[in-house]
């Protein structure tokens, strides 16, 4: 599964400013200004206008 999200404004924990980011299976494959989705006629890739969200790391119980 690959998943491409657009516009996204990205905090890794630092601002990187609006991305686009590639998933691929369950790992963060790629952030960059402009990723265009692969075209790849066997693999379904998933589009998500992140126009407006903010995306940041996993927050982690402070008890662990």
């Known amino acids: 599964?690959?998943?491409?999200?657009?516009?996204?404004?990205l905090y890794?924990?630092?601002?990187?400013?609006?991305?686009d980011v590639l998933i691929i299976g369950d790992k963060i494959a790629a952030f960059k200004e402009q990723i265009e989705a692969p075209s790849l006629d066997d693999v379904d890739v998933?589009?998500?206008?992140?126009?407006?969200k903010v995306l940041v790391p996993g927050f982690i119980d402070s008890h662990v």
Do not use: A, F, S
Not at 12 to 19: A, I, L, S
């Open 12 to 19: 890794t924990p630092e601002k990187q400013g609006k991305k």
């Open 1 to 9: 599964m690959i998943t491409l999200i657009k516009n996204v404004e």
């Open 46 to 52: 998933n589009v998500i206008d992140g126009q407006g």
